[in-house]
């Protein structure tokens, strides 16, 4: 098992900014991608941002040119850096972790969430 805590929610005026960060601990053998995913009140979840263990990123078109995301391999730990934020940003953020157990098999863990409230 693998367990995921997150942190750096909270709310913000449009144009600020915060930082998301996802730690990853517990049975953890080989992490794949990392990423964030994000709903809103009667919305789906969405992809916001993703890395893989080699640095590759990707991004959604809405928040491209304004989030960053990054990694500490060391650490099992994934970060979004969140800029000039929007209120259409307001949203739950959910950390996604791919992960393989020693016997190479895969698996999705998910956060909590954290809600990050941007007012205009």
Known sequence: QVQLVESGGG??????SLRLSCAASGSIFSINTMGW???????QR??????TSSGIT?????V?????ISRDNAKS??????????????A??????????SSWRLYNYWGQG????VSS
Not at 64 to 68: E, N, V, Y
């Open 92 to 101: 739950v953020y959910y950390c996604h972790v791919k992960s393989r157990d």
């Open 46 to 51: 969405e992809l916001v941002a993703d890395i």
């Open 37 to 43: 995913y994000r709903q809103a009140p009667g919305k």
């Open 11 to 16: 709310l913000v005026q449009a144009g600020g």
């Open 114 to 117: 954290t809600q990050v409230t």
């Open 64 to 68: 491209k040119g304004r989030f960053t």
């Open 77 to 90: 730990t994934v970060y979004l850096q969140m800029n000039s934020l929007k209120p259409e940003d307001t």
């Open 58 to 62: 990707n991004y959604a078109n809405s």
